[in-house]
């Protein structure tokens, strides 16, 4: 198993803002479904984009939100012929303080999912929030947030660069900035 593309990579996945979009109230449509107080809406292409990635990559879930929240969206929105590898909340994540505007932030830290036996060369980790990747660069891609916009392609340009990255022996070292660039010219 040390051919990097006889091992799956690991490709970790934020919720709100980044798949889904939880409002409070309705937007400009019904909501695709509710979870709680929330309306939710999914992030257009996001069935496509699960589906395509789960025959790529295994999928799991890291989210900073509450438990229930997350653990009821990621069976909403699952893989349709797999799981998610695991299912992580607002708990998993270590809380730091902004050193600017003095708020909490939960930040993701990879060293954890090395814990479990991965690889972090074979990890990548997906957020629409730069500061919660901090001590990860090197293994993020930043999307742009999702905030209900039915015309938003993010997730077809982000299934077609991950699809292109995917035999990479070391994600660190690919360039992932301007991604969207390069996903539109391969
Ligand atoms: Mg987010």
Redesign the pocket.
């Known amino acids: 198993m040390n051919d990097s593309r006889e091992q799956r990579a690991l490709l970790i996945l934020?919720?709100?803002?980044?798949l889904i979009y939880g409002s409070k109230s309705v937007l400009h449509r019904e909501a695709d479904f509710r979870v709680g107080p929330y309306y939710l809406y999914r992030r257009p292409g996001l069935t496509d984009f699960i589906n395509g990635a789960a025959d790529a990559f295994t999928l799991a879930v890291w989210s900073s939100a509450s438990s229930d929240y997350v653990a009821e969206i990621a069976t909403t929105i699952r893989p349709q012929n797999s799981d998610w590898a695991f299912v992580w909340a607002r708990e998993r994540c270590t809380r730091r303080m902004h050193s600017e505007t003095q708020e909490t932030i939960y930040v993701k830290d990879l060293k954890k999912v090395k814990r479990l036996g991965y690889l972090l060369e074979r990890v990548l980790f997906i957020?629409?929030?730069p500061d919660k990747m901090a001590r990860n660069y090197g293994n993020a891609i930043y999307v742009s947030p999702f905030e209900g916009d039915d015309k938003d392609n993010e997730l077809e340009v982000l299934l077609k660069y991950l699809l292109a990255i995917q035999f990479e022996p070391d994600y660190r070292n690919v360039e992932k900035r301007g991604w969207r660039n390069r996903a539109i010219s391969t």
């Open positions: 934020d919720l709100d803002e980044c957020d629409d929030t």
